[in-house]
Each structure stands twice: as structure tokens, then as C-alpha cells.
């Protein structure tokens, strides 16, 4: 500090004080245009988005973020958020180009999915620095029971979660249910279901009507999953007593049938559609229930959720709390009394239930979420791991050896096979 000063000093009473002051002067007007000139060649990488979305100056900015790793399921959605999916607050940009603002650490946000949960290849799952101000967002659609978060490094790196979870901070549902004002009802983690007792439409009863079959399940997954299969089987043993009998269609039978040829045949054939779940995880309902709701075919759910978080009561039957003999006992009386079986559509007196919902995407409301309040509180999940894997779930990382049929437990605690 003494050597500054005497610096000072010497310079203040040296003839060449004013030149010293200009070449100072000088220089700092050049680190200046210096900036600026490299602030606006980085911004101009990503000018060309300002012109795809419409950018109203009354918002403060775009949202850039980043997604960590390739997604699928954003890569179609989210790069061209606006203006196909009409979202309300659309100044969002996803992006995979991790040098797009120069430094990553100029993301507003960064979007990780499952795959930054495991071990392997850790070091290109996460960054190595971090702004505090950035929002790390973990998303998944899949089932915490099939990749849970083990590793001590997932706790306290999540600042919001964006999953089919309904406590998520923005949940990710795989469909919509709207009364008859149009208005999202569920999923939610309450709802107040209302169902009229009024007969149902004449074109429904139609659809009814032509129906012989007792019911289908379409699988994906060939890999058997013993607890899902347990119970089928169990169902398949009380349903031929009934002269009745499931039709498994799917790439691992020899009944194959293409998207479209399915859900025709759903809806002409079937009293009931399986929307079995291949694990229990809390909310996890999957699109399974789709080929159900769309095609009047209605659904038998076995899952971890809370169904009625998510559904109508009585348009579903729940296998998790029936006995597979009085699950076979009400699909033999609904196919004999017609009036029984159209009960469980009168739902769709008050109800409709969509995949998609203009301006609803999940990714709208994110979008939504990052410019909100919200964005500016500073918060993170400190025990991720306890919240992800839910009650029991560390359990799930125990090696595989460990596990066989009957140390599998559910959600709640108790052993799956204690059920039935
Ligand atoms: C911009 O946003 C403001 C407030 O959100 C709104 O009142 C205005 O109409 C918008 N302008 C355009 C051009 O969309
Ligand atoms: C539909 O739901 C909204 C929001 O919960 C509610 O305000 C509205 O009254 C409901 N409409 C009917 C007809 O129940
Ligand atoms: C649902 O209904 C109950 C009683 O009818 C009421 O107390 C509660 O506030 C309602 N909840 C919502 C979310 O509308
Ligand atoms: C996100 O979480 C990290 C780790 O706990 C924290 O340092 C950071 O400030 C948080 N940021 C926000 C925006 O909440
Ligand atoms: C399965 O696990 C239970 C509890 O961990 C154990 O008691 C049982 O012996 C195991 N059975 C087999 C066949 O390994």
C-alpha cells in the first residue's frame, strides 16, 4: 500500500501527470469497447431465437437453459417451445449447446435427467463449477423404483424437481383430467371429484354395445417383472373359472399389433385394458391408462400411486386393493349386466382426460415457473435422495444380490406379497 502511495506521489508531482491520465484513460476505454464487442458477438450466437419466439421487451429477458444431457423427450418439444406448444409466458429457450453463451455458467438454468443419478461416467454427468444463482432442475419420467439416487452427490444439488411426482416444484402429469368448465382438475394432490348420476351419451353406449372380450394388456417390456406377473397369472387362474381369459398383445407375443390397429381393436373388443405399472413409485401413473381412457375400454390400474389423485372415481378398477378372484368376480359381472359396465362411464358426464392440453405442456409451465417469484428464492433439496427414492427406497440400492421375489417391498413399507 506505502509503494501505491508513493507511486501516487511521484506520478502527481511528475510534469507527465496529465499524459500518464490520458494513457490510463486510453486504456480503459479500449478494455470497455473490448467488452462490449465480445458481449455482443457471444449474444449474436443466439440472436436468431429472439426472432423465432415473439419477444415482448416488457419481459426482462429470455430464459436460457440449458439441458445438461440429451433428452428425448425435450429435444422435440423444447427446442422449438414457441410457438407450437402456445405456452402464456414464452421468453424460454432450451437448448443442448452447452457453448451457446460462452460459459454454461450463464444459463439461467440447467436441466439433468436420470441418467446424472448413477455413477458411471460421473464426471460428464455433472459440471465442475456452478453459479449460485443458477436453478439446477432434475426431471425424469421415469420410476424412482427403477433408477433410484444412491450416490451421497445427488443430495443438496437439486434446487427444483420436475417430475411425474405431483409434489415436484413443476409436475410433469402424462395427462390432463378437465370438468366441464374446461379447467384442469388432476392431477392433483387433492381433488374434489364430483360424478353426475345421469345416464351416459347414446354414442358411447354405442361403443359398448359390440364388445365380447374380457380384456387386453399390451406390453413393451419383454423382461418379465415378477411382481406384475405374479398377480396376472393369479388373475389368469380365477378368470378361466369365469371362461374368461386376458389377450397379451405386444413385440414379445406372437399377437403383434401397430399403434393405430391396438387401439381400434381396444375399442371394439375389450371390456378392460391393463394398465399394469412395471414398478410401485409414488404418483407414478404412466401413459398406459391412455390406451384405456381413449378407447372406452375401461382401466384395471396396479401401481404405487394414489389414483385418486389422478382419476375419476369408479372409471377404473384397482388391482392393488382387490383380491385377483374379486378382480375376475367384477370383470365377469360387468361383461353380463350392461348397466353395471356403463356405470363406469359416467364419468364422462363431468369429465374429459387428455395426453395434451393447449398451452398445458409441462414445459410451459416451467417456463412459467422460471419467471416467477419462485426463481429468485434460493432453495435446494437436501435430502434428494430420501425424497426421490421415497420411504424405504435406499433399500433399492442395495446391490442385486441382495434382492429376490420376496424381499421386495412396497412403497409403504409392507412386502408385496403380503397383499394377497
Ligand atoms: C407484452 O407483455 C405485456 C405484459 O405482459 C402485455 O401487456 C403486452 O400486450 C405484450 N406485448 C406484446 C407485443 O405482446
Ligand atoms: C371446474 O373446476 C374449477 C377449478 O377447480 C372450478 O372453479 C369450477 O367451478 C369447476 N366447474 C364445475 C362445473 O364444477
Ligand atoms: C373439497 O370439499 C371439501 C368438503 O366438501 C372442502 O372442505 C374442501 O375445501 C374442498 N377442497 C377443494 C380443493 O376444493
Ligand atoms: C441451488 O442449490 C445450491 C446447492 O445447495 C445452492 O448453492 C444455490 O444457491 C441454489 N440456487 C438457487 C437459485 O436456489
Ligand atoms: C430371500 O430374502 C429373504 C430376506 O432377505 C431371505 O430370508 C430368504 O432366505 C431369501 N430367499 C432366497 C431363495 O434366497
Not at 130 to 135: D, G, L
Request: neutral net charge; contains cysteine.
Amino acid at each position: 500500500m506505502a509503494y501505491l502511495v508513493a507511486l501516487w506521489k511521484l506520478l502527481y508531482h511528475s510534469k507527465y501527470f496529465v499524459k500518464y491520465v490520458i494513457y490510463a484513460l486510453l486504456f480503459l476505454l479500449m478494455c470497455i469497447i473490448l467488452h462490449l464487442w465480445s458481449t455482443r458477438y457471444t449474444s449474436n450466437n443466439y440472436a436468431p431465437d429472439y426472432r423465432i419466439f415473439p419477444y415482448n421487451e416488457s419481459n426482462i429477458g429470455p430464459r436460457v437453459i440449458l439441458v445438461w444431457q440429451h433428452y428425448y423427450m425435450m429435444v422435440n418439444k423444447g427446442k422449438q417451445i414457441f410457438p407450437s406448444l402456445q405456452c402464456k409466458v414464452n421468453n424460454c429457450i432450451f437448448t443442448e449447446d452447452r457453448y451457446l453463451l460462452g460459459d454454461y455458467l450463464n444459463f439461467d438454468a440447467l436441466i439433468f435427467t436420470d441418467s446424472a443419478l448413477k455413477q458411471s461416467g460421473h464426471l460428464q454427468n455433472r459440471p465442475e463449477r456452478r453459479s449460485p444463482s443458477q436453478i439446477y432442475i432434475f426431471t425424469s419420467i421415469e420410476s424412482a423404483y427403477n433408477i433410484p439416487a444412491c450416490e451421497i452427490y445427488n443430495d443438496n444439488f437439486f434446487n427444483w424437481t420436475f417430475t411425474y411426482r405431483l409434489d415436484s416444484d413443476i409436475p410433469w402429469p402424462y395427462f390432463f383430467v378437465r370438468n366441464v368448465t374446461r379447467d384442469i382438475v388432476a392431477p392433483s394432490l387433492h381433488v374434489n371429484w364430483t360424478i353426475s348420476k345421469a345416464p351416459i351419451a347414446k354414442s358411447i353406449k354405442n361403443i359398448l354395445q359390440h364388445k365380447k372380450k374380457a380384456a387386453a394388456w399390451l406390453v413393451s417390456h419383454c423382461e418379465a417383472d415378477s411382481l406384475r406377473d405374479d398377480y396376472i397369472s393369479k388373475l389368469q387362474g380365477h378368470l378361466f373359472h369365469f371362461s374368461l381369459k386376458i389377450d397379451v398383445y405386444g413385440g414379445c407375443t406372437d399377437r403383434a399389433c401397430d399403434d393405430e390397429n391396438c387401439e381400434e381393436m381396444f375399442s371394439r373388443d375389450y371390456f378392460f385394458y391393463l394398465a399394469f405399472e412395471n414398478s410401485f413409485s409414488v404418483d407414478y401413473v404412466s401413459e398406459k391408462i391412455l390406451h384405456g381412457y381413449n378407447n372406452y375400454v375401461v382401466p384395471i390400474v396396479y401401481g404405487g400411486a394414489d389414483y385418486t389423485r389422478f382419476l375419476p372415481p369408479g372409471s377404473y378398477l384397482n388391482a392393488r386393493e382387490l383380491h385377483p378372484y374379486n378382480l375376475a368376480y367384477l370383470i365377469h359381472e360387468a361383461m353380463k349386466n350392461p348397466a353395471k359396465y356403463e356405470a363406469y362411464f359416467r364419468w364422462t358426464n363431468s369429465y374429459t382426460l387428455d395426453a395434451d392440453v393447449i398451452g398445458h405442456h409441462p414445459l410451459c409451465h416451467l417456463c412459467e415457473a422460471l419467471n416467477s417469484k419462485k426463481a429468485k428464492r434460493r432453495r435446494s433439496y437436501k435430502k434428494f435422495r430420501i425424497w426421490w427414492n421415497g420411504l424405504n427406497g435406499m433399500k433399492w440400492c442395495l446391490p442385486d444380490d441382495y434382492w429376490n421375489e420376496t424381499s421386495v417391498v412396497n412403497v409403504d413399507g409392507r412386502h408385496v406379497f403380503e397383499m394377497y
